[in-house]
């Protein structure tokens, strides 16, 4: 059974950096073609991709928000990490990770349930 | 950039309806990187559709997608209660990308 879960802070003061963490298992992200991404959604808004990371290490950002993130992974883990620089009250969102298997080209097959938060001094 | 514009933005209907919904591209997407997500209130979203018309482990067969180029449509050819919720259309050109989304809700 493959699960994803995310975990961190629910609050956050603005300025400070945000470090996500996405615990998987189920899979490997080792398997070649393997990717994961970070996606959020604020409060009743769309939902706006993130990061993407690949089973050799090639790493995607969002061209808007390149500057301020960084996405890595730790294979013997079997997590994810996202951090966020500077986070600011727009950043209040939903923070999702999900599973992106060559198989279903370009498409997010599996989610995290998910982790609210709030960027408030 | 891409822009994928989802319509209606709210589609009101009955149980056993026909759901028509759209997403168009503001230039011409791969049909293999268009998929479809379900969002109710408080979960992740689910996949649904992907490669426009290919759907997802364990998707029932009243959901549907279709289209090419730069007009896609999902279609659910009869609606059942737990179908009421958000849907997103999402492209995968030089990155992902989602629509804005289309709430369909109980007339």
């Known amino acids: 059974q493959v699960t994803l879960k995310e975990s961190g802070p629910a609050l956050v003061k603005p300025t400070q950096t945000l470090t996500l963490t996405c615990t998987f298992s189920?899979?490997?992200?080792?398997?070649?073609?393997?990717?994961m991404s970070w996606i959020r959604q604020p409060p009743g808004e769309a939902l706006e991709w993130l990061a993407r990371?690949?089973?050799?290490?090639?790493?995607l950002y969002s061209t808007s928000l390149k500057t301020r993130l960084t996405i890595s992974k730790d294979t013997s883990k079997n997590q994810v990490v996202l951090t966020m620089t500077n986070m600011d009250p727009v950043d209040t969102a939903t923070y999702y990770c999900?599973?992106?298997?060559?198989?279903?080209?370009?498409?997010?097959?599996?989610w995290g349930q998910g982790t609210m938060v709030t960027v408030s001094s | 950039e891409i822009v994928l514009t989802q319509s209606p933005g709210t589609l009101s209907l009955s149980p056993g309806e026909r759901a028509t919904l759209s997403c168009r591209a503001s230039?011409?997407?791969?049909?293999?990187?268009l998929a479809w997500y379900q969002q109710k209130p408080g979960q992740a979203p689910r996949l649904l559709i992907y490669?426009?018309?290919s759907r997802a482990t364990g998707i029932p067969d009243r959901f549907s997608g279709s289209g090419s180029g730069t007009d896609f449509t999902l279609t659910i050819s009869r609606l059942e209660p737990e179908d009421f919720a958000v849907y997103y259309c999402?492209?995968?050109?030089?990155?992902?990308?989602f629509g804005g989304g289309t709430k369909v809700e109980i007339k």
């Open positions: 230039q011409s997407v791969s049909s293999s990187y």
């Open positions: 490669g426009a018309s």
């Open positions: 999900a599973r992106m298997p060559i198989a279903v080209a370009g498409a997010f097959d599996i």
């Open positions: 999402q492209q995968y050109g030089s990155s992902p990308l």
């Open positions: 990371i690949d089973w050799d290490d090639d790493k």
């Open positions: 189920g899979f490997s992200l080792s398997t070649p073609g393997m990717r």
